[in-house]
């Protein structure tokens, strides 16, 4: 079955230091997002991609970066961490634009 | 743009009780509408979605929602709830023409026994 995988489950970083979190899918989807999951907040998108080589900043993409180089990855890059990134980061792919989301299992990110 | 409301933060419930969720949206084109279900520490799951056609939608685990477009919203409901549903809800919304979803901020449904 086709899925999409997030790595770490779990990460502790010290402030300052650079984060990468991984994204994979076998959806062959050509749309790619992620969110950052907070308390209040709901989730909110941080960045998306389109296709490869297609990244679009989303409405919190300050201090994140991404980029696609093939149509089944899309990693997420936390280029200085700061303590307001500790939060649940989740990655998820679509197809046709009325397709729905699919969801990978979140990476808990804490920043001490 | 599009946005979206869940009116409710937390909704608890009896179980075997019937419960409504409610969302409201708001966009100046025609929308795509989508109810997610987080049960704890996983990802979020497709619970139903509205296309157009009909605009009562049958989901899954006996979950329906209706479009009611002159009210803008979307409202999830079951007759009879289970400790399983125990649950983070989420409604979200997204224009025909685009590809970015938005999501409420989540309604948490606590059943009790």
């Known amino acids: 079955d086709a899925e999409i995988t997030q790595s770490p489950r779990h990460k502790i970083t010290e402030t300052g230091r650079q984060v990468t979190l991984a994204c994979h899918q076998t959806?062959?989807?050509?749309?790619m997002f992620w969110y950052r999951q907070d308390l209040g907040h709901g989730l909110r998108l941080i960045h998306y991609?389109?296709?490869?080589?297609?990244?679009n900043k989303g409405e919190v993409s300050d201090g994140y970066s991404v980029s696609r180089s093939n149509t089944e990855d899309l990693p997420l890059t936390l280029e200085s961490a700061a303590s307001s990134q500790t939060s649940v980061y989740f990655c998820?792919?679509?197809?046709?634009?009325?397709?729905?989301?699919?969801f990978g299992n979140g990476t808990r990110l804490t920043v001490t | 743009a599009q946005s979206v409301t869940q009116l409710d933060s937390q909704v608890p419930v009896f179980e075997e009780a019937p419960v409504e969720l409610r969302c409201n949206y708001s966009?100046?084109?025609?929308?795509?509408l989508f109810w997610y279900v987080q049960y704890p520490n996983q990802g979020l799951q497709l619970l139903l979605k509205?296309?157009?056609?009909?605009?009562l939608v049958k989901g899954i685990n006996g979950f329906e929602a209706e479009f009611n477009k002159s009210q803008t919203s979307f409202h999830l409901r079951k007759p009879s709830v289970h400790i399983s549903d125990t649950a983070e809800y989420f409604c979200?919304?997204?224009?025909?023409?685009?590809?970015?979803?938005?999501f409420g901020q989540g309604t948490r449904l606590t059943i009790n026994p």
């Open positions: 959806w062959n989807h050509n749309n």
């Open positions: 979200a919304v997204k224009g025909v023409q685009g590809q970015k979803l938005v």
């Open positions: 509205y296309l157009s056609g009909s605009t």
């Open positions: 998820a792919s679509s197809g046709e634009v009325e397709s729905p989301l699919h």
């Open positions: 991609s389109y296709g490869v080589q297609d990244t």
């Open positions: 966009s100046s084109v025609s929308v795509y």
